[in-house]
């Protein structure tokens, strides 16, 4: 999946790495402000304006602009806000603000700009009016453009992306990682007891990185790979496909490392194709698809993904305040501002943005769950493992709820 596939991602309405030592404590200070917010009643009113008129480039010298705000601090949202994504970057921009309201905070103030308008003019004009910290782009090709000119004027960025490429030099990312959920599905599945891995990736940069994840997790578990095919997502490609599968070897776990959608038309080509007692495991990409839980063929098949317990009370506060159901990708802003308003509290005013508390061993836990950030820049989430029913998604195996130390 690309990155503007995932920003064109449905809205999602109820449904929605490595194993993790359990028993460690985590300050759970990100899921208790927001249980703590349902309990309320969000203030009703428009949703926030976009900038008016595209974003001018300030030059390098970013520190030109607004006065030093004294008693808040300024942070900026680098989302598009026209164009094809605009519709994913008002849900996260809405979300932030959904943010601000559950924790009540006074201490931060977000500005918005839009990246459809340019990447590197919407950067310059943030850093110009002062901001000390970057959430967004939404975009890998938006980051890339983002993160050399915020390291000049040594702003942190957390971008929304889930490509592990444009991470480092001052850039984190937020986004759902597909290596950390092919790792989860399989370590699961192999204590359960499967050892032979098949695999269907579909051709592209996703199916790529979604191969390698799993001759790498699969090697780490202790399980081998029996074949591995790639497709193009046409019948008679996706066909092809299971037959040389059938035809190399026999596997007990099948990967089809794509969305729920392609799984729904792959899962029977498997099951009348050497697949009949297989169990199909899927990526993060599933948790986005309330149609799975309706295919008989589909039925026990796992798949690991961040929680949904959370989202479904943000999707219902969302929906009450703006009229409309969010982005799933919603809650990366949430988060982010949860991660923002916590730091916030040790952090000074115009001052720089203090980088190294990003790195917090212990993490940070939001809508999404326990997340942290690696030395490389990448969330390392606390990812939960979900079996396909009649007609339901239920959790087997919970995501852990910090991480060791």
Same mark, same amino acid.
């Given at each position: 999946m690309t990155e503007t596939d995932a920003a064109r991602q449905a809205p999602r309405q109820t449904h929605v790495f490595?194993?993790? /030592? &359990?028993?460690a404590r985590i300050a759970f200070m990100g899921a208790a402000l927001f249980l703590a917010a349902c309990q309320s009643i969000v203030p009703k009113g428009p949703a926030p304006a976009a900038p008016s008129g595209p974003a001018q480039p300030t030059g390098p010298d970013v520190t030109q602009?607004?006065?030093?705000?004294t008693t808040r601090h300024r942070v900026a949202l680098l989302v598009p806000m026209s164009g094809p994504n605009a519709g994913v970057g008002q849900s996260i921009a809405n979300a932030t603000t959904l943010a601000l309201l559950d924790t009540r905070t006074d201490k931060v103030r977000i500005t918005t700009y839009d990246t459809a308008l340019g990447a590197a003019a919407a950067v310059n004009r943030a850093l110009a009016e002062g901001n000390r910290l970057i959430l967004g782009p939404l975009l890998a090709e938006d980051a890339r453009v983002v993160g050399p000119i915020a390291a000049r004027a040594n702003v942190p960025v957390i971008s929304f992306s889930n490509d592990a490429s444009i991470a480092g030099s001052g850039v984190y990312i937020m986004g759902y990682n597909p290596n950390q959920s092919i790792e989860r599905v399989v370590g699961f599945a192999r204590g359960k007891g499967l050892s032979r891995f098949g695999a269907l990736v579909p051709r592209g940069t996703y199916g790529e990185r979604a191969g390698n994840a799993l001759l790498r997790a699969v090697e780490q578990a202790g399980g081998t790979v029996v074949s591995m095919q790639s497709f193009d997502r046409s019948p008679a490609s996706i066909t092809a496909a299971v037959k040389k599968l059938q035809a190399s070897s026999s596997y007990d776990a099948l990967l089809i490392a794509d969305s729920g959608r392609v799984a729904?038309?792959?899962a029977p080509i498997v099951r009348k194709n050497g697949g009949a007692s297989a169990r199909l495991l899927g990526t993060e990409l599933w948790n986005t698809d309330t149609a799975l839980a309706s295919s008989p063929v589909l039925r026990g098949a796992w798949f690991a993904s961040v929680s949904d317990t959370l989202y479904g009370q943000l999707a219902? /506060?969302?929906?009450? &305040?703006y009229g409309s159901a969010p982005f799933r990708l919603s809650s990366l802003g949430y988060d982010a501002v949860l991660l923002t308003v916590r730091i916030a509290q040790d952090w000074k005013p115009g001052s720089p943005f203090p980088n190294a508390r990003l790195r917090d061993a212990g993490g940070?836990?939001?809508i999404d769950g326990a997340f942290r950030f690696t030395r490389g820049g990448i969330a390392e989430r606390a990812l939960e493992v979900s079996e396909v029913g009649a007609g339901a998604l239920s959790v087997v195996d919970p995501a852990p709820r910090g991480f060791g130390e």
């Open positions: 490595a194993a993790m /030592k &359990r028993g602009g607004l006065p030093t705000d729904l038309q792959v219902n /506060k969302y929906r009450a &305040r940070f836990s939001g």
